[in-house]
Nanobody
């Protein structure tokens, strides 16, 4: 049974930082590209950041470039999202995603709430 468990969300003031973690189990973590997505109230889920299986390559939404950093530790089956310079518009539920094109499988975590106050 595949599980992705996010943690690290919370309430922070604008300009502050948070570090999200997503611990994976039940899958071969190093075989999956990992990503972070977010969904604000009344809006569709959107891509935030992604990282390849080895961690060599990363990608970011324009809205978070230069402020957020995605990383992974394959030995710990965990992906991270370091969020600096948080803005009220970053307020959302943040979801972890694991995707394998090779086996056409995709998994989601349950989400963690991030609230940025102005």
């Amino acid at each position: 049974q595949v599980q992705l468990v996010e943690s690290g969300g919370g309430l922070v003031q604008a300009g502050g930082s948070l570090r999200l973690s997503c611990a994976a189990s039940g899958l071969t973590f190093s075989s999956y590209a990992m990503g972070w997505f977010r969904q604000a109230p009344g809006k569709e889920r959107e891509f935030v950041a992604g990282i390849t299986r080895t961690g060599i390559s990363t990608s970011y939404a324009d809205s978070v470039k230069g402020r957020f950093t995605i990383s992974r530790d394959n030995a710990k089956s965990t992906v991270y999202l370091q969020m600096n310079g948080l803005k009220p518009e970053d307020t959302a539920v943040y979801y972890c995603n694991a995707e394998s094109v090779a086996v056409a499988r995709s998994f989601w975590g349950q989400g963690t709430q991030v609230t940025v106050s102005s």
